[in-house]
């Protein structure tokens, strides 16, 4: 049987169908609209206020002194002065090594520069000054008998020229005398004839020149006149040479008698200079004596010099430093917690040997990421609540240090932040779980937007800004974060319109 869509139109249930569906279907299509069409923005403007960029970080307490004390040198324990419990204050000697070495060097040291820093004393001073006098009247010893020396010398050298006269013939001829019997040596022979008769010349000269000198004679010209004499008996040995060179060859053989006159005189006259070149030396001796002993006095008279006297001072530094090395001593107050070493051991460097809790002095360790650290300094000021009492009992602290070099923490480079607690505070203790707020930035005029107005994407920061009814991507320059709001230090004005996403 066929049925119209007019015969189902005109039943009632039919009808009441067809509207629900209606309604459902128009229901439908407005709701899908709807949830298609991008929300309306709510736009804020860009105002100028006040922002406060704050870190947050967590960590425990801890000392802020080591409190693991150890010896810096090695040796034998040879006291321990406290027990676990002991109250002691900074500078207490805590336990100490076998140090007898040391503290000799020590003493050492201390009396150089005692000695140095106090001067001379008189008693040294006079036996300086003895030494002084006793050099140079050795020196005027000398000078004032030298004369008589130099006098002696030459007569005896003289007569030992003249003895040999016998052996030339006149001496009164032009040029000078020939020696009286015949040589092989003609050269000799001749050589000494001359010698004889330039000697025979110089007689009175060297005599009056010897005859000059006197006690009131300078040293200077002292000393000229006995090399002088020195020079005029080299002189006179010469002659002996050459003589006894012309003898050796005689022809006759000279007699024994004669050939000893001559081997006599050449050996006075070598003698004399022998002791007149000692002479000589020894005045030399003697003067270099006098000084030396005059160079002592000024030295000593002087006292030491300042670059002495530091060297000194640093010489008992040094040896303090090395004494300080087997002490162990507190350098804070505190409570003795642990003595790991007793009387009698050996122990090695910088190994824990005694423990002290320090009172009151504690600060917070934390680790940031890098891109915390960037934002905090030294010097910035931190809250810091500990779990033990709440967190509505903050404990103010500022940031002690900030590490360079990052640390790994749970497999992630981290950077240790230390807090320092502003004040020592009793209930403060070692161990304890902090949470800590570093205030890492603040600015009383900042222009800032809220929070989530500013938009990271593909390492770009940016803001929606309204012109003209439409929303406009528009890159900005953040400054400091805070906890609702963002300084934007360039790519906007005050009063912009960005949207609040």
């Known amino acids: ?163 040999t006269d016998f052996l030339f013939g006149n001496f009164n001829v032009v040029d000078y005398p020939r020696i009286n019997f015949r040589s092989g040596d003609s050269e000799a022979a001749d050589q000494a004839g001359q010698e004889r008769g330039a000697l025979q010349k110089n007689f009175d000269i060297w005599n009056n020149a010897t005859e000059s000198l006197t006690a009131s004679t300078s ?18 040995r010469q002659f002996f040479d050459d003589l006894a060179a012309a003898a050796n060859d005689a022809d006759p053989a000279l007699s024994s008698t004669e050939i000893q006159t001559i081997t006599t005189g050449r050996a006075t006259v070598n003698g004399l200079i022998l002791a007149l070149q000692q002479e000589q030396q020894t005045i030399t001796n003697q003067k270099l004596a006098a000084q030396s002993a005059q160079d002592a006095l000024n030295l000593t008279q002087a006292g030491a010099t300042p670059q002495a006297i530091a060297a000194a001072a640093a010489q008992v530094n040094a040896a303090q430093a090395t004494l300080a090395q087997g002490e162990i001593i507190a350098p804070f107050d505190g409570t003795i917690a642990a003595v790991q070493v007793k009387e009698g051991d050996v122990v090695q460097p910088n190994h824990a040997a005694v423990s002290i809790v320090p009172n009151g ?12 650290v960037a934002k905090v300094i030294t010097g910035d000021t931190a809250d810091v609540t500990l779990d033990a009492y709440g967190t509505g009992t903050p404990f103010a602290a500022t940031v002690g240090t900030v590490d360079k070099a990052p640390t790994i923490v749970n497999g992630v480079p981290s950077y ?49 800004v309204e012109q003209g009814g439409k929303s406009m ?28 996403v």
């Open 473 to 500: 991507k528009t890159p900005v320059t953040v400054g400091l974060i805070g906890a609702t709001s963002t300084e934007i230090i360039s790519g906007i004005s005050e009063g912009d319109s960005v949207a609040a």
């Open 1 to 163: 049987m066929n049925t119209t869509i007019q015969e189902l139109l005109s039943h009632s249930y039919v009808r009441i169908a067809l509207a629900v569906v209606g309604v459902i279907l128009v229901g439908s299509v407005g709701y899908y609209v709807v949830a298609s069409s991008p929300p309306a923005l709510a736009y804020v403007a860009a105002t100028r206020g006040a922002i406060n960029e704050d870190v947050i970080a967590n960590g425990s307490v801890s000392p802020a002194e080591n409190p693991d004390l150890a010896f810096t040198s090695g040796g034998r324990v040879t006291d321990i002065s406290v027990k676990v419990g002991d109250t002691v204050h900074a500078g207490t000697l805590l336990a100490s090594l076998d140090v007898g070495v040391q503290s000799a060097n020590l003493a050492a040291a201390e009396a150089n520069y005692s000695l140095l820093a106090a001067g001379p004393r008189s008693v040294d001073l006079a036996g300086k000054q003895t030494a002084v006098a006793a050099a140079n009247a050795a020196v005027n010893n000398s000078y004032a008998s030298l004369s008589s020396v130099i006098a002696g010398d030459l007569a005896s050298s003289e007569d030992a020229v003249h003895a």
């Open 416 to 464: 240790k932040v230390t807090l320092i607690f502003a004040t020592d505070d009793q209930r403060i203790a070692a161990g304890m779980h902090a949470s800590a707020t570093i205030h890492a930035g603040a600015k009383a005029d900042a222009l800032i937007v809220p929070k989530g107005a500013v938009v990271d994407e593909n390492n770009q920061t940016y803001v929606l």
């Open 219 to 236: 040293p200077t010209d002292l000393d000229t006149a006995l090399q002088n004499s020195i020079n005029e008996l080299i002189q006179m």
């Open 361 to 372: 002095k504690f600060e917070v360790d934390v680790f940031l990421s890098e891109i915390d």
